[in-house]
Nanobody, 126 residues
Framework: QVLLVESGGGLVQAGGSLTLSCTAS????????MGWFRQTPGKEREFVAA???????NYADSVKGRFTISRDNAKNTVSLQMNSLKHEDAAVYYC????????????????????WGQGTQVTVSS
């Protein structure tokens, strides 16, 4: 059973930056793609960014050029650097591990991920 724990959420002003981290334990990390998703009340969970085991990345169009995903396999950690934050970025952010190891460009689909963290809240103020 993989345990994913997110951290780094909080309150930030519009235009500011925040870095989220997710640490994995009790399972394999380095050979799996990892993703970040977000969700707001009443809406479906949506893809934000993902990184493959060999560091190929995918980004939602809404965050391209502002967010950067990275991973440190030695520390079993995946991070999401978020810059130029907008009000519409406010959400609960979740990290997840893709269900199948290896592969090429990481999936953008929620259904491709089987282990999820508990989420961390990001609030963007005016």
């Amino acid at each position: 059973q993989v345990l994913l724990v997110e951290s780094g959420g909080g309150l930030v002003q519009a235009g500011g930056s925040l870095t989220l981290s997710c640490t994995a334990s009790r399972g394999t990390f380095s050979t799996y793609a990892m993703g970040w998703f977000r969700q707001t009340p009443g809406k479906e969970r949506e893809f934000v960014a993902a990184i493959s085991w060999n560091r190929l990345t995918n980004y939602a169009d809404s965050v391209k050029g502002r967010f950067t995903i990275s991973r440190d396999n030695a520390k079993n950690t995946v991070s999401l650097q978020m810059n130029s934050l907008k009000h519409e970025d406010a959400a609960v952010y979740y990290c997840a591990r893709q269900s199948v190891s290896g592969g090429f460009r990481p999936s953008t689909r929620v259904g491709s991920y089987d282990y999820w963290g508990q989420g961390t809240q990001v609030t963007v103020s005016s």
